[in-house]
């Protein structure tokens, strides 16, 4: 007898679950104790094709449904997913190890906005294209038109928002989708799912398979699927686009990141310890634009340093449900040693300076002993060449590294392979503007950090992705356009009239 939560997860195409025909399951773990939620279902080849063959039928009819039609269902949805937050959210929060005080007010509120948003955008007329005169009896017309069948693969960090960031736009603008989550959070997938059902979706328009990377990498390579939409690790995001090229499919790559966040000698003390713990200890530094190279003036460090140590009391392991805690568990065993050895490795081979945390676990009670928990760690006295200042970390691992001039920090910042995201602290905005010009990053901020609502476009630069999720031009990631010039005149300009 299975001793899991939650009912075992089937697939979910064509309008509801079917079970998978491998005969093969993995288990989704509960973060904070360790302990199995549900038994989830892999999805075989021909489990894979037969979705993928409902999302071909599906197309046909959901890309002729006019814009507004469309919209009034996924307006639906977006209300529904609203109306069931707190039954979303701790879900989420078991299935993840996000603290409750987060997934509530975060996780499911920025997926639906995102929803309301792209059904706003078609319903109003967003998906209209261009007319231009060219001469008196000439014009050129354009139109978007959805690809096709398209695939989204999700990273475990934001499973219900990356679900929905990619599904929003995707079945707004006409197409249908084949969603894989991370294996380590699939319990939101089939709740989505049902709740485009109820909204009125037709069968077949957004399906759910589960699986790991070989069940990604299947879906990739399909000959029927037009586009990827892929979240995860640069490694993983190169062999999704060079599977994807094989018949030049479209693809959207929202990668990693070591971002540097720049502090400036006259910024308030307050807001840049703030904005720092945000951009490193935020779901427990489980955030892709974590903002994990803090460059502070050489003349600040010591009351950087000190006002950071007093706030890093601030941070609250302990039961995800309980209203005072603010910082879970890593979100699996495998992540939790990977942070781990990086820890390790800033301490004995970077040497860098440890200032706060380290190895081992923060107190928690005894029921979560077992979780897959890391103590928020800062080091200091870090250089440029530290492994732990150069690779992506994905957790609660800030590293603080000083600075002279202007100039010195801003090329410091931009030496690296990444280009996820960027920021600066600052009362000066002229030079806050001067700095962010020159940040080679696609997503920057200036005197925040993190906050990315429905209508910012949001990608990486660099190795960090190819191509923007949310905003205007998000939703031109999800069609193909087509120019029209017609001519009215009666007789075509020929060059072979005569002899
Ligand atoms: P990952 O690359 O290990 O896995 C991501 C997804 O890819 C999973 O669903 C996995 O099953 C699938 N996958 C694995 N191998 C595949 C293959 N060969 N073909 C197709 N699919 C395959 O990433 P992760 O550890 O789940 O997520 C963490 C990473 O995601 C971090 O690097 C983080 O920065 C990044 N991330 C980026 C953004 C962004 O918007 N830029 C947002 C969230 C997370």
Same mark, same amino acid.
């Given at each position: 007898?299975?001793?899991?939560?939650?009912?075992?997860?089937?697939?979910?195409?064509?309008?509801?679950?079917?079970?998978?025909?491998?005969?093969?399951?993995?288990?989704?773990?509960?973060?904070?104790?360790?302990?199995?939620?549900?038994?989830?279902?892999?999805?075989?080849?021909?489990?894979?094709?037969?979705?993928?063959?409902?999302?071909?039928?599906?197309?046909?009819?959901?890309?002729?449904?006019?814009?507004?039609?469309?919209?009034?269902?996924?307006?639906?949805?977006?209300?529904?997913?609203?109306?069931?937050?707190?039954?979303?959210?701790?879900?989420?929060?078991?299935?993840?190890?996000?603290?409750?005080?987060?997934?509530?007010?975060?996780?499911?509120?920025?997926?639906?906005?995102?929803?309301?948003?792209?059904?706003?955008?078609?319903?109003?007329?967003?998906?209209?294209?261009?007319?231009?005169?060219?001469?008196?009896?000439?014009?050129?017309?354009?139109?978007?038109?959805?690809?096709?069948?398209?695939?989204?693969?999700?990273?475990?960090?934001?499973?219900?928002?990356?679900?929905?960031?990619?599904?929003?736009?995707?079945?707004?603008?006409?197409?249908?989708?084949?969603?894989?989550?991370?294996?380590?959070?699939?319990?939101?997938?089939?709740?989505?799912?049902?709740?485009?059902?109820?909204?009125?979706?037709?069968?077949?328009?957004?399906?759910?398979?589960?699986?790991?990377?070989?069940?990604?990498?299947?879906?990739?390579?399909?000959?029927?699927?037009?586009?990827?939409?892929?979240?995860?690790?640069?490694?993983?995001?190169?062999? =999704?686009?060079?599977?994807?090229?094989?018949? +030049? %499919?479209? !693809?959207?790559? /929202?990668?990693? @990141?070591?971002?540097?966040? &720049?502090?400036?000698?006259?910024?308030?003390?307050?807001?840049?310890?703030?904005?720092?713990?945000?951009?490193?200890?935020?779901?427990?530094?489980?955030?892709?634009?974590?903002?994990?190279?803090?460059?502070?003036?050489?003349?600040?460090?010591?009351?950087?340093?000190?006002?950071?140590?007093?706030?890093?009391?601030?941070?609250?392991?302990?039961?995800?449900?309980?209203?005072?805690?603010?910082?879970?568990?890593?979100?699996?065993?495998?992540?939790?040693?990977?942070?781990?050895?990086?820890?390790?490795?800033?301490?004995?081979?970077?040497?860098?300076?440890?200032?706060?945390?380290?190895?081992?676990?923060?107190?928690?009670?005894?029921?979560?002993?077992?979780?897959?928990?890391?103590?928020?760690? =800062?080091?200091?006295?870090?250089?440029?060449? +530290? %492994?732990? !200042?150069?690779? /992506?970390?994905? @957790?609660?691992?800030?590293? &603080?590294?000083?600075?002279?001039?202007?100039?010195?920090?801003?090329?410091?910042?931009?030496?690296?392979?990444?280009?996820?995201?960027?920021?600066?602290?600052?009362?000066?905005?002229?030079?806050?503007?001067?700095?962010?010009?020159?940040?080679?990053?696609?997503?920057?901020?200036?005197?925040?950090?993190?906050?990315?609502?429905?209508?910012?476009?949001?990608?990486?630069?660099?190795?960090?992705?190819?191509?923007?999720?949310?905003?205007?031009?998000?939703?031109?990631?999800?069609?193909?356009?087509?120019?029209?010039?017609?001519?009215?005149?009666?007789?075509?300009?020929?060059?072979?009239?005569?002899?």
């Amino acid at each position: 007898m299975s001793t899991s939560q939650f009912p075992t997860r089937q697939l979910y195409y064509d309008g509801r679950a079917q079970p998978a025909s491998s005969g093969k399951t993995f288990k989704s773990i509960n973060p904070s104790n360790a302990t199995p939620l549900a038994e989830i279902q892999v999805a075989a080849h021909t489990d894979i094709d037969t979705a993928i063959a409902a999302a071909d039928r599906a197309f046909h009819s959901w890309s002729q449904t006019p814009p507004i039609a469309r919209a009034r269902i996924l307006q639906k949805a977006a209300a529904l997913l609203r109306e069931r937050n707190d039954e979303i959210a701790r879900v989420e929060t078991l299935d993840s190890g996000k603290a409750y005080t987060e997934t509530s007010t975060v996780d499911v509120v920025t997926g639906a906005d995102t929803l309301e948003y792209y059904a706003n955008l078609v319903g109003g007329g967003g998906l209209n294209g261009e007319t231009t005169q060219l001469r008196e009896d000439a014009w050129v017309y354009t139109k978007k038109a959805p690809l096709g069948v398209c695939v989204g693969i999700g990273a475990w960090n934001y499973p219900i928002q990356i679900a929905l960031w990619k599904s929003a736009p995707c079945l707004a603008a006409g197409n249908t989708m084949i969603y894989k989550p991370s294996e380590f959070t699939p319990l939101h997938a089939q709740t989505l799912a049902e709740i485009y059902t109820e909204a009125g979706l037709p069968a077949g328009v957004f399906n759910v398979v589960y699986g790991a990377g070989d069940v990604g990498a299947y879906l990739t390579a399909h000959p029927t699927i037009a586009k990827v939409s892929f979240t995860g690790q640069v490694t993983t995001g190169m062999k =999704v686009a060079g599977s994807a090229a094989g018949n +030049m %499919k479209y !693809v959207t790559m /929202e990668l990693g @990141g070591k971002s540097p966040l &720049i502090i400036l000698p006259d910024a308030e003390l307050d807001s840049a310890v703030d904005g720092a713990m945000m951009a490193n200890f935020y779901s427990t530094g489980q955030v892709c634009t974590n903002g994990t190279r803090v460059f502070v003036p050489a003349s600040m460090k010591t009351a950087f340093e000190k006002r950071l140590l007093e706030k890093m009391e601030y941070i609250r392991p302990g039961p995800l449900f309980d209203d005072t805690t603010n910082f879970g568990p890593l979100s699996s065993a495998v992540h939790a040693e990977k942070v781990a050895y990086y820890i390790r490795h800033g301490i004995e081979t970077d040497k860098a300076t440890l200032l706060y945390g380290g190895l081992g676990k923060p107190q928690v009670p005894k029921e979560l002993q077992d979780g897959f928990w890391i103590r928020p760690t =800062v080091f200091t006295n870090c250089t440029d060449d +530290m %492994k732990i !200042v150069k690779e /992506e970390i994905f @957790g609660p691992v800030m590293s &603080i590294l000083t600075y002279e001039t202007v100039d010195e920090v801003v090329k410091r910042a931009n030496t690296t392979e990444l280009g996820l995201a960027a920021g600066v602290f600052t009362n000066n905005l002229n030079l806050a503007h001067r700095i962010i010009d020159q940040l080679q990053a696609g997503i920057t901020w200036i005197n925040t950090w993190g906050e990315s609502p429905a209508e910012m476009a949001v990608g990486g630069w660099k190795n960090s992705g190819v191509g923007v999720e949310n905003g205007r031009r998000g939703i031109e990631a999800w069609v193909k356009n087509k120019s029209t010039l017609v001519d009215t005149n009666g007789a075509v300009a020929t060059v072979f009239a005569k002899l």
